[in-house]
């Protein structure tokens, strides 16, 4: 499962988001060890970086398509951040970019999701 703590709540509201996820997920590892695999994830760095240590499996940063990926890969690894979601845009742009996260010891996936309309 990915949760994602939504950027658009920013500032107070992003963290208590954070916080409380962080807090459910942890409550869930210790309760149940191994029975979830779960990525947090979020397109701010420091959510991403505030909660990845919670999820059971990764924390991820969402990159959007108009942010470079290289760029973003990096700081999320000074960050502590394990995962990068990619915009297929991303692929077309630079069809390396997949091998060069992964250079840098971090997973990556590559999709769009979108609201239901």
Same mark, same amino acid.
């Given at each position: 499962?990915?949760?994602?703590? /939504?950027?658009?709540? $920013?500032?107070?509201?992003?963290? @208590?988001?954070? $916080? &409380? &996820?962080? %807090?459910?997920? +942890?409550? $869930? @590892?210790?309760?149940?060890?191994?029975? +979830?695999?779960?990525?947090?994830?979020?397109f701010d760095l420091l959510t991403a970086a505030s909660? %990845?240590?919670?999820?059971?499996?990764?924390?991820? &940063?969402?990159?959007?398509?108009?942010? +470079?990926?290289?760029?973003? %890969?990096?700081? %999320? @690894?000074? /960050?502590?951040?394990? +995962?990068?979601? &990619?915009?297929?845009?991303?692929? @077309? $742009?630079?069809?390396?970019?997949?091998?060069?996260?992964?250079?840098l010891g971090l997973l990556a996936s590559v999709g769009v999701f979108n609201k239901p309309?």
């Open positions: 499962m990915v949760t994602e703590v /939504r950027p658009e709540a $920013r500032g107070a509201a992003a963290a @208590r988001t954070a $916080r &409380l &996820l962080a %807090a459910l997920l +942890d409550h $869930r @590892r210790k309760q149940w060890p191994g029975a +979830d695999r779960v990525t947090t994830s979020s909660v %990845a240590g919670y999820g059971t499996v990764s924390g991820a &940063l969402i990159v959007a398509p108009h942010v +470079d990926g290289d760029v973003a %890969a990096r700081r %999320a @690894r000074e /960050r502590g951040v394990t +995962d990068v979601h &990619l915009n297929p845009v991303h692929v @077309r $742009r630079d069809p390396g970019v997949v091998a060069h996260v992964h250079a309309v």
